[in-house]
C-alpha cells in the first residue's frame, strides 16, 4: 500500500492559485490609476495582469482541490516559500513588459526588492519611470510589508490549524503574541491598523504640500520600511525638514510591533505599550547610535547642530526600521558613522514590526544568553534562567535563537564569498549582502546610498535575489526546504 506524499500538490497548487490570482486583482490598481491619467504604460500592466491571472486560474483548475482538508505544517512552510517566489515572479512582470528594465533579471530583482521591502534598486534615475509603474513600485512594499501571506489569510477561506501555520511560517513576531483567539481576526486588526496609520501619513504629507501622488508613494514604502522613493535621491530630493521630521515619526511606528500597536489604539492599554522592554530598548538603541552620529558630525565636519541632529536621527531611523531612505550621502560620513550604521543593519526594528534585521528582542536575548555563559563559568554548580520582560525563557527558544544567528551567518558569508567570486570588491560585496539579507536596501562603497545595484554582475542580483527572500522570512522557513529531513516520512 502506497503512503500519502509528505506534501500533497493538490493543496499547495490550490493555496498557491489562490494567492497569484489575488495578486492579478491586485494589479488592477496601477492599471486603473494608468487608464485614469492617460494610458502610460498600459500595454505591460495589461500583459502583467492578465498572464497573472491565467497563471492563478490555471493553479486552481489542475490542482482540483475546491475543498480541502487542514493543511500541515510542512505543506504551510512550502507554500509560504512558494508565495514568495511567485509574488516576486508574477510581480516583476509589469516591469519586465515596460521600457525602463533592461531584462528579466533587473525586473525580478527589482520585483524582490519590492515585496521584501528591502529597497535595492537597479535604477540610476528613478524620476524616468512613467507613474503607474512608480505607483506598482512602491505598492510592492506597502503589499510586502504587513507580509503577502498576512493578506491572503484576511482573503483566503479558512484553512483550520493549517491557516497557524501559515501564520507562523509568515510573521514571527505573532508567534509568542496573538491579539484573538482566530488567525482571521487578527489578521484583519494587524491590517485595519497597517492601513489607518498609511492613510494618516499620506494626509500629513499632503497637508505640508507634497504632491498626493508622491505622498502616496512615500506612504506606502515608509509603513512597509522598504525604501522606494519617487525621486532618484530618495527623501533629500524634497529638501523639506518638515517632510523628513514626518517621515522620521512614521518609520518609527513602523519599526514597533503592531502587537503593541493593537495594544495602543484597539485595547487602550497605553501603559502595556510603554512598559514593553523591547520598545524601550529599541528608543534608547536609536538615540544613543543618533548622539554618536551627531555628536561626530558636529567634531569631525563641523555641521550645525540642528542639521547634524536631522541628519543623524533621520539615517539611524531609517537603517534601524530597515526602511533605507536617505537624505544625506552617509558613504562620505566619518568612518565611526558608516560602522555604527552597517552595525544597525544587522539589528533591526521590534519583532512584530514590518522591519527587517534580526530584531532588537533577539539582540537583547542573545546579551543574556552571553551573560549567562559568563555567570555559569564563575558559579560552575549554579542555575540560571534566562528572564526577558518579566518571564522565564525556555532553553528550546535559547536553540532556537543561536541557530538563526548561526543561519544568519552562514548565509552571509556564504553570499559573500560567491560575489566575491563573482569579482566583487570586498566591502561592496559585504555590505551589499549584509543589506539585502536584512532588507535594509541601500549599503556602503559601490551599493551605498547614492549608488544602485546597477553595475553588480547578473548572477550577483540572483543570489541577493535570494538573500533577500531567505532574510525575510527569517532563515528557517526556506532553508528548511533544502533538507533532507523536510522531504522524508
Known sequence: ???????????????????????????????????????????????????????????????????????????AILVVVLIWICICFFGCLPFFFSPWYPDFTNAFFESTSGFTTTG???????????????????????????????????????????????????FSGARSQRLTPRVLETTKALWKIYVLLTLLE????????????????????????????????????????VIEYIIIVFMLLSGMSFILHYRLWIERQPRSFWSDYELRSYLLLLLGATAVIMGVLIWKQDANAEPAFRAALFQVTSILTTTGFVTEDYAA???????????????????????????????LFLSRVVDREFRRMAEPQGVFTIRLGGQSTPEPAVNGLLNLVYLAWLVIIFAW????????????????????????????????????????????????SLCMIAGRLEFYTLLVILTRSFWQR
Not at 3 to 16: C, E, N, T
Not at 65 to 75: D, F, S
Not at 134 to 139: E, T
Not at 209 to 225: I, K, P, R
Request: some cysteine.
Open 1 to 75: 500500500m502506497m503512503q500519502p506524499a509528505v506534501v500533497d500538490p493538490r493543496i499547495v497548487g490550490w493555496l498557491l492559485g489562490q494567492f497569484v490570482t489575488a495578486l492579478a486583482v491586485v494589479m488592477l490598481v496601477p492599471l486603473g490609476y494608468s487608464l485614469l491619467t492617460g494610458g502610460a504604460d498600459l500595454r505591460a500592466l495589461v500583459l502583467s495582469a492578465v498572464i497573472t491571472g491565467v497563471a492563478g486560474g490555471l493553479l486552481l483548475a489542475l490542482s482540483r482541490a475546491r475543498q480541502v482538508r487542514e493543511i500541515k505544517q510542512r505543506e
Open 120 to 170: 535595492a534598486t537597479i535604477l540610476e534615475n528613478v524620476e524616468v519611470l512613467s507613474r503607474p509603474i512608480q505607483l506598482w513600485r512602491c505598492f510592492s512594499h506597502w503589499l510586502g510589508g504587513m507580509g503577502i501571506v498576512l493578506l491572503g489569510l484576511a482573503i483566503l477561506p479558512l484553512v483550520g490549524q493549517g491557516g497557524m501555520y501559515l501564520y507562523r511560517a509568515e
Open 202 to 241: 499620506v494626509f500629513i504629507l499632503w497637508l505640508v504640500g507634497m504632491d498626493g501622488f508622491e505622498a502616496v508613494c512615500q506612504s506606502f514604502s515608509t509603513l512597509g520600511t522598504g525604501g522606494f522613493s519617487t525621486r532618484t535621491t530618495s527623501i533629500a530630493g524634497f529638501d523639506s525638514a
Open 333 to 363: 560620513w566619518y568612518p565611526l558613522c558608516q560602522l555604527t550604521l552597517l552595525l544597525l543593519m544587522f539589528v533591526g526594528g521590534c519583532t512584530g514590526s514590518t522591519a527587517g534585521g534580526i530584531k532588537v528582542a533577539r539582540v
Open 417 to 464: 564569498l560567491l560575489l566575491t567570486m563573482l569579482g566583487v570588491d570586498l566591502f561592496t560585496s559585504l555590505s551589499a549582502v549584509i543589506a539585502c539579507v536584512f532588507n535594509v536596501g541601500p549599503g556602503l562603497e559601490g551599493v551605498g546610498p547614492m549608488q544602485s545595484y546597477a553595475n553588480l554582475p547578473e548572477a550577483a542580483k540572483w543570489i541577493l
